[in-house]
């Protein structure tokens, strides 16, 4: 099926499709419907190719070796920094720090930014984030006796800015704020420009988590109003091991390293050391060289395809998803439900978590998860490392369907297909 994105630019999902050859399988004798990629989504042809060239053919260690290798190696990683600064709209490839995951970009700010902490400074997160953006804060909290605050969240998955205003947990005591830019169970898509805004009234630094929203929408740092983006490369058609910090850089240049080892210094001596400007002060050791090039890869691919197109082709799946779960009986959706005119969600992404409710009480999401993908379907079943969420809803966990860019309609039917059979099979 062909269609055209707002700018007119045509989506062809069959032809996407064809990219990704994991997705020809089969699971049994079903069709595989692939539906986790929020947990990881699935790689193109061009990017695991790109990383098959550059371990045959170019593969050194970088910013080291003398040799025709060595400068090809350091081109090719020092290329896909500079691209990385295009595809987020950053001021240049200097304000942009690779990291192993979103994960530990968070902790590189927790551990960095917490070195100016002290006892009584308030740090503030949400009760929706993912554990990466939640522990690293508790734990700086722990080393400083900082206070950790949060924002609570609304029936409908959204945060209680209201609660929030009206118990002033953005104030002269915050020093840093990190939100999720899009909430891995809920979908919900946060007011991070607004929240950034009432943290740098009072002179916080402010920090989204973009693992779910840099994958499936246009990202200009400049209009997102933050300070510092965590991202993860395995959730935007991009190789595991590789996430990217992006900072502005008169931040960046004021922030103490994060790890001691080689290439993050400027010059060492047994009476102390000297360490070099942002982004290699950050990268100690040797980096991932080739999970660099392969994200670079996987970035110039979701460009040629457009970050428009991919958006309004996720939204539209979604939209279809949230109809079509709705009128499974006994399904309970978590976080915003609303369809404009067109049928599109209000304010969430393509991330749907839900409860199954059966006869004899709730299905167990493994059970769930279990039972779909005997019949083709790969969903995640837990509380998707986001347990304070499930608790602030008073459930333990629920199974997440998560859609991008290679995802069909039929996908969706499959899903309900499957769930449809779920709840027969255990309503027995």
């Not at 009986?329 to 749907?352: C, F, K, N, Y």
């Amino acid at each position: 099926m062909t269609t055209l994105d707002p700018t007119g630019i045509p989506f062809d999902v069959e032809a996407i499709r064809g990219d990704f050859p994991i997705l020809d399988r089969t699971v049994g004798q079903f069709p595989l419907a692939y539906l986790d990629s929020a947990n990881s989504s699935q790689k193109p042809q061009v990017v695991v190719e790109t990383i098959d060239d550059h371990y045959l053919n170019h593969y050194a260690n970088v910013a080291r070796a003398m040799h025709t290798l060595g400068a090809e190696a350091t081109e090719a990683y020092e290329g896909a920094r500079s691209r990385l600064a295009r595809f987020i709209g950053a001021a240049g490839p200097q304000e942009i720090v690779f990291t192993k995951n979103a994960s530990e970009a968070l902790n590189l700010c927790a551990h960095t930014l917490g070195s100016s902490l002290q006892a009584g400074d308030e740090i503030v997160v949400s009760v929706m984030e993912h554990h990466s953006n939640i522990v690293p804060w508790q734990l700086l909290c722990e080393r400083t006796g900082a206070v950790l605050r949060w924002f609570e969240v609304t029936p409908d998955g959204r945060l209680d800015l209201d609660k929030a205003a009206a118990d002033n947990l953005i104030n002269e005591r915050t020093k840093i704020v990190s939100i999720a830019w899009v909430s891995n169970v809920l979908g919900t898509v946060n007011p991070v420009r607004q929240i950034a805004d009432q943290a740098h009234a009072v002179g916080a630094t402010m920090i989204a988590d973009g693992s779910q929203g840099v994958p499936q929408m246009t990202t200009d740092v400049s209009e997102l109003g933050v300070d510092l983006l965590a991202f993860t490369g395995h959730k935007m058609v991009g190789p595991t091991g590789i996430g990217v910090l992006w900072g502005r850089y008169g931040l960046l240049e004021k922030l103490p390293p994060f790890l001691g080892g080689g290439e993050m210094i400027e010059v060492v001596r047994m009476t102390g050391s000297t360490f070099a400007p942002p982004p290699a002060r950050f990268e100690a050791g040797t980096p991932p060289i080739v999970q660099a090039v392969g994200l670079a890869a996987a970035a110039d691919y979701l460009d040629t395809i457009s970050m428009a197109a991919i958006a309004d082709h996720e939204q539209a799946i979604t939209g279809y998803a949230l109809a079509e779960l709705q009128q499974i009986e006994g399904l309970t959706i978590l976080g915003p439900t609303e369809l404009d005119s067109q049928g599109r969600p209000v304010d969430r992404g393509g991330a749907v978590s839900f409860a199954l409710q059966g006869r004899y009480g709730q299905i167990h999401p493994h059970d769930i998860a279990q039972m779909l993908d005997a019949r083709g379907v790969a969903v995640r079943g837990g509380h998707h490392c986001a347990r304070p969420l499930h608790e602030a809803y008073g459930i333990q966990s629920s199974t997440r369907a998560s859609f991008y860019l290679y995802t069909t309609r039929g996908e969706i039917d499959q899903l309900v297909d499957a769930l449809t059979y779920t709840k027969k099979f255990f309503d027995k």
